[in-house]
């Protein structure tokens, strides 16, 4: 069955880190753009950073992670990653990733021409809490 999982989320003090990962089963995902997501109660679901497929290999992070977050790709493990550094309580969110053949990502952002939930590939999303 194809399908994302994420994983790695936790309590976190603020200037804290966490790694969290997306591994696919069933499909390949380096030839994918894959995006990291995230959704706080009473909000919409907000794109942070986006990685395209392993052979255009371009990245874009939302303003409010450039800098703290660096997302990466393990091929032989097929996986990516979200490495979050300097977390801070408005990070707080339930962190999904996704993908879908027509989800593209650029240096300049990710582009999908549907609504999000239209997306193939949804994980079941990992919670992040940056509390004291």
């Known amino acids: 069955q194809v399908q994302l999982v994420e994983s790695g989320g936790g309590l976190v003090q603020p200037g804290g880190s966490l790694r969290l990962s997306c591994a696919a089963s069933e499909f390949a995902l380096d030839y994918y753009a894959v995006g990291w997501f995230r959704q706080v109660p009473g909000k919409e679901r907000d794109g942070i950073s986006c990685?395209?497929?392993?052979?255009?290999?371009?990245?874009w992070y939302a303003e409010s992670v450039k800098g703290r977050f660096t997302i990466s790709r393990d091929i032989e493990k097929n996986t990516v990653y979200l490495q979050m550094n300097s977390l801070k309580s408005e990070d707080t969110a339930v962190y999904y990733c996704?993908?879908?053949?027509?989800?593209?990502?650029?240096?300049?952002?990710?582009?999908?021409?549907?609504?999000?939930?239209?997306?193939?590939?949804w994980g079941k999303g990992t919670l992040v809490t940056v509390s004291s």
């Open positions: 990685m395209s497929s392993v052979s255009l290999g371009s990245a």
């Open positions: 996704a993908t879908d053949p027509e989800f593209k990502c650029s240096h300049f952002g990710w582009v999908y021409q549907s609504p999000l939930s239209a997306m193939n590939y």
